[in-house]
């Protein structure tokens, strides 16, 4: 697999080794030895997750507070800008956002380590998202942060219709007020 660093040090893009042929192709789509050497640690996965959200549904901001989650992402459906923040007050790229489209036909994987704010938007009809995480799902640490904050200046691309929200993320913290990650 291919791995390339993004502006925020930390965040990986993940390209695995495609092999096509004239049955279709195959590649792992994860290597437990492979990734640990790519991101420099040992990494244990406990939770698997797979959403399916239709054009222009827009999730995120999203992290939890505590029982931090990195989470390995890639759509395997349609297509998706995904976002990551750096919301670490310690690092070099506070505040710095990393965008970067993952299709099905792309094949790519993002590494967002544990103090990164995620989300998605959805650019094809329909889009099935599947992601690995380093924690258990835990409500009571969940937060987000706007999608549309000022400060965070994220671009978007346009899908042609207005971005579609959960009631939880329209209520959505804005950066002044956000919870961060030391
Ligand atoms: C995330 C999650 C949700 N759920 C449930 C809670 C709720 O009833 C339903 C939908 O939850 P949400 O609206 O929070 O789902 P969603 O908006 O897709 O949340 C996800 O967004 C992306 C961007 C991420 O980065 C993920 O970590 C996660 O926060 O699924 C679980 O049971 N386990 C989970 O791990």
Redesign the pocket.
Known sequence: MKVTPTEIADVLLIEPKVFGDARGFFMESFNAKAFDEAVGRSVNFV?D?H?RSAKGVL??L?YQIQQA?G?LVRCVRGSVFDVVVDIRRSSATFGRWVGVELTEDNHRQLWVPEGMA???LVLSESADFLYKTTDY?APAHERAIRWNDPSLGIRWPDTGVAPQL?A?DQQASTMDRAAFFA
Request: no cysteine; proline share 0%.
């Open positions: 939770q997750n959403s999730r995120g999203h989650q989470k995620h989300g998605f799902y959960s939880k």
